[in-house]
């Protein structure tokens, strides 16, 4: 088993450490993320990472982007799984540097499973998932009791750019409950469409939270009715994240409450 369970803060020659970035605000990056980002001599990394969580790599290690962009010729997984191993192999200290969680639509478990076969140690260090911080940072609350007590992550399109065929939509829309669907405004027709057909209101609450954690984060609600017009009317940047379920209508509540004035600790005697 090739999986580096010590208690270091950083990968050792011929490691590869498999890195959750967080959301993209640098101040929401792990303590172990970063000390790994200081002491990595390569960093593979993707389009969501900001620019803050890029400039903690060290000087002088090689930073290579392999981000897959919409509209851009994507680096295939098998050319990075490749690199990741060549870089151990050559005795580097590796970073795979990925936005949110890494084996949350990361394709950690993908990487993870090509350095074992490889025989290369490897370690996964979690971020902050998109689908927690997004929400958080429009004031939902995915859960909340009384209202919502499940909540479902789903990426919205497969491989090919369809509706991932391995998800049930119909039987998603019956159960209830909360919804944060990724990358899913390029399929927001089909998802809305097949959303409605399992008997969700058209009325239910629906959020897209774009540049979560980021300057110019920009949040538009609406309704599963609305929620495609209004979307393209607004024209939202990436990336962005949706939230389905009575749990969105919360954040104007929560949003507007003021803050409750905390008392002062106690002095506590020398």
């Known amino acids: 088993m090739q999986i580096v369970n010590n208690e270091n803060d950083a990968p050792a020659p011929g490691e590869v450490w498999l890195v959750g970035a967080g959301p993209g ?51 295939r997984q098998n050319e990075i799984n490749a690199q990741l191993i060549a870089g151990a192999r ?3 200290r590796v970073v795979r540097l990925k936005g949110g969680d890494p084996f949350l639509f990361g394709r950690g478990g993908e990487e993870a499973a090509a350095l074992a076969e490889a025989g290369i ?4 260090v979690p971020g902050v998932s998109a689908g927690l911080a997004a929400p958080a940072a429009a004031g939902i609350p995915v859960t909340h009791r009384g209202v919502s ?14 509706l991932p ?10 159960a209830g409950g909360t919804i944060v669907a990724f990358m899913a405004l390029s399929r927001m027709d089909e998802i809305v469409l097949r959303l409605l057909a399992s008997g969700r209101s058209p ?10 954690t980021l300057p110019g984060q920009a949040v538009l609600h609406s309704t599963l009715g609305a929620c495609t017009l209004e979307a393209r ?16 209508g919360l954040a104007a509540t929560l949003i507007a409450a003021p803050a409750a004035e905390q ?4 002095a506590v005697p020398a």
Do not use: M, Y
């Not at 009325?203 to 979560?212: E, G, K």
């Not at 008392?263 to 106690?266: E, Y």
């Open 165 to 174: 065929a391995s998800v049930d939509w119909d039987a998603l829309g019956r």
């Open 203 to 212: 009325d239910t609450p629906v959020a897209i939270v774009a540049r979560a």
């Open 149 to 162: 007590a499940a909540v479902t992550f789903v990426t919205g399109h497969a491989e090919s750019g369809a």
């Open 90 to 92: 050559a005795g580097l």
């Open 233 to 248: 009317r607004t024209a939202l940047p990436s990336p962005a994240l949706v939230v389905v379920g009575e749990v969105v």
């Open 25 to 75: 605000d640098p101040g929401l990056l792990t303590l172990r993320a970063a000390s790994a980002l200081r002491a990595a001599d390569l960093v593979l990394h993707d389009a969501l990472p900001g620019p803050g969580v890029l400039r903690l790599v060290r000087r002088g290690a090689a930073l290579v982007d392999v981000g897959k962009r919409k509209g851009c010729a994507p680096v």
């Open 263 to 266: 008392p002062l600790p106690a």
């Open 121 to 124: 140690p490897w370690r996964v």
